[in-house]
């Protein structure tokens, strides 16, 4: 027939061009793989035969790979995936919980937990559609940690709720007095906090059911059962007692789940069980049916999560189908059916996340270009003084330094590793501390100019002999770099993963790439000689002689610094090792920072910093950063903090804000969700719920034949507008735009809110919006069945409950363990961060005591920085011009720390080997080898440091206030780890070296060979 023709056709069709679209593919792959892997090699080798350098030929083409494979990465897998810092979303951290008594579908009973099993169970809850990014991983031995990209705080508070419940459902009968009266006679005789009954032999009988709050009425109102009251998790809770029976119908015998409605219009669970279940359920149901003699009804417990939410009478015997009601909210049906769906979890989470970080989208969209800003004008003062100070040498070293971030941005993509904004200051910070390398061999081919020697000698020499220095300099600050991704949180690894592969990169672009540029330069008479700017000529400073002095300043700023610590006491710490609460706040007008110390003052470990985001007026946001009081939850803290702000500022504050526009059409949309309030409606999707009492509700078994809802249909198929209109035919329409993303949930609580008791049909809609979608959206369309005046009343309502709510950019809760913990792991960093690196030299250098110096040069840079950090709570209303807050040290700064222990021993090791070099076979080190050490590199030891101190500026000024306080330390440690690799490291060398011997005049013998 003509319609079985047209549809081989379109087969046919549909064929060709999925082979076509094959073909293309294979194509493309092809192309890209000779890009990447022929096209170097070739070309290389033509290049080395026209440039007559057959020698480089490998390294022509290794450059060309790794440049061409750079590009390709990018060009094909950009954008690369970004921190939640950046991205906006949540971080939360779950503590798994001691295994909870009775049940027997109960998480985490009987020993160990399978984390695997637990990250997959959670998985499926938090992304059951598999489209979002969403990690969940093992954080600690009992932790699991959830990242959640591109969600506002209502989503993160639905998750919250799906999260912490365990999934659990068990089917039990209440325990009466007509068949159970010696059972609860001895139940009733257990302490409170014991909910297990058991035999003699230790078989379960009956256990105490905690009843869910609410529920407490219509569950233990009526019926011959059990009540007490009774501990559970530490919480006072009205029991009810249920009795074991050898049925056991849990969550794991459903086969679907699905919305509906009760016989009153409100929302319930549809339920469904397999096959044999269904026969097992039929023998509970039917064992426990109503006494034909005396009428009396047993009742049917539903158990979720440990907690009885519905307890109604058995009438007759409940085959296959059944139903789950107890005054539910729409909302809480949907979360129910998620969890139900994705399983019960094989551990019992904490009720709240013990960490919390959210991020607002637009935050993250600000602070990448503030820091995408900052990094190009650091890159361009870098380039900018090398090419002007190094002249050619300088044009190699940036492009070495391009090809370094080219390189180190692929990779980041290729592993998939997370940008987060420490990360993309960690490759800020490359910028600076790749050039090193250079300006050590740069230096080095100067002082074998200064000698007379030929160009290609001193490009040989000077790549030779300044290679140990370049090693030494970039393992230690490689090992800090392993260290802080060990002991970081998400935000510190992504900063120790660009610095680790930032570094390691310089090693190859500023070595091995920049000497074949050198080598063939020199060989293609491109270059004849190398001009350089001298911006100190050879000194004579006899910086041994000021060692005393510097040696009493820097004890003097420490010793200030100490007590500016104990001054400040746990104040000084951020919230990741105490716990609390950080909250950015959002202001119509600029504030005086200040007034809001002042009016905050009360808060616990107060510290406010200001907030800048580009083309935005300058105090508008702050930081509120708080310590959570003794026996307080942070969760609970931060709506107390958040409470407390909102009445402080009132109006003061930026709200959420929506707009009412009107609409006169009254047709229907495409995507809607009608909701009428009428019970009588009952077919249709159900509203708001009628709060009603389910005494002597009934459970029966549900017609097989009933028409099914599909959580998976758009709204607009679930109901007919037909069916949802009132009696005048009277309705209001409205669209509704609010300034900020918001979920579907969060817009039908509002609407409800502002209808409060009274009965209106409603639809919610939205062009994108299908049925159990978690997207928010700026925009929805409402339709009351209502006239205009009452429609537009509830509309304005609602507007005035959202312009009621501040909005907080930003959040993150530190819970007290997680802080606990955070500090042993910074105690454990600084301390294998100081031996590994005294390790490493005493190897390196063959002597402890080159790694002692360095331990104590270390120890005075951080302890500098510490006090730096602790004075400037003192100093920031008289230097706020210089951009000094109230600074804590949370991860950040440790992560500074931790860097300025690599970084600052760079000029230190310079120092250090020039000192072995000129002590030669010597037995002893005297005052006149280190000052003749310090003045021979004095000029590299400057412009290493002037370099990376570029970089570290533009972060502290430019950088944003997520960095600001990391930027802060890395400034003091960079200008204090110059100072003191001349005038700490040097002296403290000279002091713990061995002495010569004196002769009988009291006259040390020395011999310098």
Same mark, same amino acid.
């Given at each position: 027939?003509? =319609? ?40 290389? @080798? ?18 060309? #790979? ?155 109102? #009526? ?43 409100? $929302? ?12 097992? #359920? ?5 064992? @426990? ?31 296959? +189908? ?42 993250? +969209? ?37 090809? @370094? ?102 090693? #190859? ?27 100190? =000529? ?7 002689? *000021? ?16 007590? !500016? ?26 504030? =005086? ?10 808060? +616990? ?12 007026? $300058? ?10 009081? $003794? ?79 599909? *959580? ?26 609010? !300034? ?48 205009? =005046? ?32 955070? +500090? ?45 950090? !602790? ?59 280190? @000052? ?36 802060? !330390? ?40």
């Amino acid at each position: 027939s003509d =319609d079985e023709s047209a549809v081989e056709n379109a087969a046919s069709e549909t064929g060709e061009a999925t082979t076509t679209t094959r073909l293309m593919n294979g194509l493309m792959l092809v192309a890209i793989l000779a890009l990447v892997f022929v096209v170097p090699v070739v070309l290389g @080798n033509f290049l080395a035969r026209q440039w007559n350098v057959p020698n480089h030929s490998t390294g022509i083409s290794l450059i060309l #790979f790794c440049i061409i494979t750079s590009i390709v990465v990018l060009a094909t897998r950009w954008p690369p995936k970004l921190g939640i810092d950046l991205s906006g979303g949540v971080i939360m951290v779950y503590e798994i919980e001691e295994p909870t008594t009775g049940g027997t579908d109960t998480a985490n009973r009987g020993g160990s937990v399978d984390m695997d099993q637990l990250i997959a169970a959670l998985s499926k809850r938090v992304n059951p559609s598999g489209v979002k990014e969403v990690t969940i991983r093992r954080y600690g031995p009992k932790q699991i940690e959830i990242i959640v990209p591109e969600v506002d705080e209502d989503e993160v508070a639905r998750l919250e709720r799906i999260i912490s419940s365990v999934g659990t459902l068990e089917f039990r009968i209440l325990a009466n007095r007509r068949d159970h009266q010696s059972l609860i006679e001895r139940a009733m005789q257990l302490p409170p906090d014991e909910q297990e009954l058991r035999d003699e032999n230790g078989n379960l009988l009956a256990w105490w059911v905690p009843i869910a709050k609410g529920k407490e009425d219509s569950i233990g109102s #009526f019926g011959e059962i059990a009540l007490r009251e009774g501990q559970y998790r530490n919480e006072s809770w009205l029991q009810v007692l249920v009795v074991k029976d050898r049925y056991d119908i849990t969550g794991e015998d459903l086969a679907r789940v699905s919305e509906g409605v009760d016989e009153t219009g409100s $929302p319930a669970v549809d339920f469904q069980l397999k096959a044999v279940p269904a026969q097992r #359920f039929a023998d509970l149901t039917g064992a @426990n049916a109503p006494d034909p003699k005396t009428g009396f009804k047993r009742r049917l417990g539903i158990i979720l999560d440990g907690f009885m939410h519905s307890a109604p009478n058995l009438k007759s015997e409940i085959g296959a +189908r059944g139903q789950i009601s107890g005054d539910f909210t729409r909302e809480e049906v949907r979360e129910l059916l998620q969890v139900l769906q994705a399983g019960s979890l094989p551990a019992q989470l904490s009720s709240e996340p013990i960490s919390r970080l959210i991020t607002g989208p637009q935050l993250g +969209r600000d602070t990448i270009e503030q820091s995408v800003v900052a990094m190009a004008i650091a890159a361009t003062l870098v380039f900018a003084f090398m090419i002007f100070y190094y002249r050619f040498a300088g044009i190699v070293a940036s492009l070495a330094v391009i090809m @370094n971030l080219l390189m180190l941005v692929a990779i980041m993509i290729l592993i998939q590793a997370a940008f987060t904004l420490p990360g993309l200051a960690g490759v800020t910070l490359t910028v600076g501390m790749a050039v090193d390398a250079n300006v050590l061999i740069y230096e080095r081919i100067r002082e074998e100019l200064d000698r007379k020697a030929t160009l290609r000698m001193a490009i040989r020499n000077g790549f030779a002999k300044a290679m140990s220095a370049i090693v030494d300099s970039n393992v230690t600050t490689l090992i800090t770099a392993v260290v802080l991704y060990v002991v970081g949180t998400d935000q510190v690894k992504g900063f120790a993963v660009t610095l680790f592969l930032g570094v390691s990169l310089s090693l #190859f672009t500023a070595v091995y790439c920049a000497r074949i540029v050198f080598e063939i330069a020199e060989r293609r008479h491109w270059i004849t000689k190398l001009t350089m700017m001298r911006l100190i =000529d050879k000194t004579n400073i006899n910086f041994m002689a *000021a060692k005393n002095v510097a040696m009493a300043l820097s004890g003097l700023l420490i010793v200030a610094g100490m007590v !500016a610590v104990y001054q400040r006491g746990s104040g000084l710490l951020d919230i990741d090792f105490t716990g609390g609460v950080a909250l950015e706040t959002y202001f119509t007008e600029p504030q =005086d920072i200040a007034d809001i110390r002042r009016e905050l003052k009360d808060l +616990r470990d107060l510290a406010v910093s200001d907030v800048r985001l580009k083309d935005e007026e $300058p105090g508008r946001r702050f930081m509120i950063n708080t310590s959570s009081p $003794p026996g307080v939850e942070a969760e609970a803290y931060l709506q107390q903090v958040k409470d407390k702000i909102a009445q402080t500022f009132g109006k003061k504050l930026v709200h959420y804000s929506v707009e009412i526009q009107p609409i006169s059409d009254t047709s229907t949309g495409n995507q809607s969700s009608w909701l009428p309030r009428d019970a009588a409606i009952a077919g249709a999707m159900f509203g708001a719920l009628q709060n009603q009492d389910n005494d002597g509700d009934d459970a029966t078994a549900s017609d097989d034949n009933a028409t099914e809802n599909t *959580a998976e249909a758009p709204a607009a198929e679930a109901t007919s507008a037909e069916g949802a209109t009132n009696a005048s035919g009277q309705e209001t329409r409205a669209k509704l735009l609010f !300034a900020h993303k918001i979920s579907y949930e969060r817009v039908e609580e509002l609407l409800q809110a502002a209808m409060g008791d009274r009965e209106i049909p409603y639809e919610i809609s939205n062009d994108s919006y299908r049925r159990g979608d978690t997207e928010t959206y700026k925009e929805w369309e409402i339709t009351l069945q209502a006239p205009s =005046d009452e429609g537009m009343a509830i509309l304005n309502r609602l507007k005035e409950e959202v312009e009621n709510t501040p909005y907080f950019p930003s959040s993150n809760t530190i819970g007290g363990k997680v802080a606990v913990k955070t +500090r042993w792991l910074a105690l454990w960093a600084l301390i294998g961060s100081l031996f590994c690196i005294v390790g490493y030299l005493w190897v390196r250098f063959t002597r402890v005591s080159y790694g002692l110096a360095a331990v104590v040069a270390l120890v005075h840079d951080v302890l500098t920085t510490l006090s730096m950090i !602790a004075l400037s709570a003192y100093v920031t209303s008289f230097l706020s011009f210089l951009l000094i807050n109230e600074f804590k040290i949370g991860l950040s700064v440790l992560a500074a720390f931790l860097t300025i222990i690599g970084y600052s021993l760079n000029d230190t090791i310079i120092v250090f080997d020039r000192i072995r070099e000129i002590k030669g076979k010597s037995p002893y080190l005297n005052g006149e080898m280190i @000052n003749n050490s310090v003045n021979q590199t004095l000029s590299r030891t400057l412009i290493t440091s002037l370099t990376t101190l570029f970089v570290v500026l533009v972060l502290y000024i430019g950088g944003g206030a997520g960095i600001h306080a990391f930027s802060f !330390a890395l400034v003091v440690g960079v200008i204090v780890g110059t100072y003191s690799s001349i005038y700490i490291a040097s002296p403290v060398l000279l002091w713990f070296s061995p002495k010569p011997p004196e002769d009988e005049n009291g006259r040390k013998l020395t011999h310098i060979s």
